[in-house]
């Protein structure tokens, strides 16, 4: 894994001549990870980097998050880009057209999982159980040190629910745990799909920016077909450049921006 400042005329050099697909992460890569997800609002600044990278007809963008379709739309605030919510499960492209990409049952599965884990966490302070329709996030960032374990056990308990495992699966993210349908969809194969959607979008190099356990799958998917990136030098990483925060991110979109512009 390389610091991507350390490699930037040789990047520069890559993007200089072909048209881009940027795809990206939200919490944690275009703004911080904040003690609760309404917190995380998006920095003008960001905004006004991501309208003008969309008015530049040489790079596509879309954002890949764990949020509800709905919620990372509602975040962003920008019409006309491409938006994955749910980890890739919802798809909405910029004209607006919808897609999903896991059966509608789940969603029935994941509200029976809610009502059950509602029951179990009620008792420690600070938990928040976020329901995104498809998934279900247990945030615990506010739970006492203590408490953790709690939270632990549950999780645990849940995993080892024969009726339930063979319908889940549970990532650890960053002080959360994601409950979504055991289903093979995720951030690498969405972005893959995104890239391969039409003939015209097969051309465009993708440049992934993305910070946690979600986006490795999008890493690995990209590794060889153009510029992976993880915000936070994270060793067992599959992406090949790391940024330090999200303020290294946007001055790197500001360049992308810049190169193709011809600046
Ligand atoms: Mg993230």
Known sequence: ?????????????IIKNKPLFLLLDYDGTLTPIRKTPHAAIIHSEAKSILRAILKNENIKLAIISGRSLKDIKKIVGIKKICYFGNHGFEFEDASGKRTTFVP???KKIMAGIKSILK???YSIKGVLLEDKGF???LHY???K????RKVNDILFWLFKEKRLKKNIQINYGKKVFEIKPRFAWNKGKAAAYLLKRSKKERGFMPIYIGDDIT????FCAL???GITVCVGKNKGSHARYYLNDTGEVLKFLKIILGVKRGQ
Request: no cysteine; net charge positive.
């Open 1 to 13: 894994m390389y610091y991507l400042f350390s490699h930037l005329d040789r990047i520069k050099d």
């Open 104 to 106: 509608l049952y789940y």
């Open 119 to 121: 029951k179990k966490i």
């Open 135 to 137: 998934t279900l996030s």
């Open 141 to 143: 960032r506010l739970v």
């Open 145 to 148: 040190a203590n408490d953790v």
């Open 215 to 218: 986006d490795e799958d999008a």
């Open 223 to 225: 590794k060889s077909k």
